[in-house]
């Protein structure tokens, strides 16, 4: 088992449904996490599929929670956007981006492939100062609330299983194979230094 707790991030693009659903559970399992997204903007679902509600990452989920029962409280109690801005508001108050973060991480959790790439080029255009390896792997979760709590789960049961371990750099790569086994799913990971 390691010396020290895992330091674990989950980065999505909005740092709302995914990120934050794998970070509720990982924090109740007593995980030393935090969860992050990629985009320039928090982009919601609206009214129609072509009208999303766009948030600036500096607005708190109290205000984008105001905003939409302002708006329209049937449809985003509907959608269950107002149910994930109060989990989300029991978590921390305001949704962060990834590239504005500098603290380390042990490991790295990404909710879809572009996330995945965006988090990859930000790592390796910083300049490296400690060397310190960060882990990244791509768990592909669907945007969906179906979709965030079962990701969720699969993201605990990696953490579970790396926090066991004594070496990152050779049980990572087993502890992927044998869930893509167990589940069919596959992961795209990667090495990054601080």
Known sequence: ????????AVVCMSNMNRSMGA????RKK???VRSFGT???VKLPGPAPNLPVVYDFSMTYKQMYNDLLRKDRKCYRGNGLLRIL???ERIKPQPERFQECSDPF???FTCEERV???VVADLCAKEQNTFQPVRVVNVDVADRLEGARLGAFLTCELCQGLQHMEDLEDGLDKLLLAVEEKTGKSFLHTVCFY
Do not use: A, K, Q, T
Request: overall charge neutral; hydrophobic content about 30%.
């Open 106 to 108: 042990d490991v790295i």
């Open 86 to 88: 109060e989990r989300n």
């Open 30 to 32: 007593g995980f030393s």
């Open 39 to 41: 985009g320039c903007h």
């Open 1 to 8: 088992m390691p010396s020290s707790p895992l330091r674990l």
């Open 23 to 26: 970070h509720s559970v990982l």
């Open 116 to 118: 995945y790439d965006r």
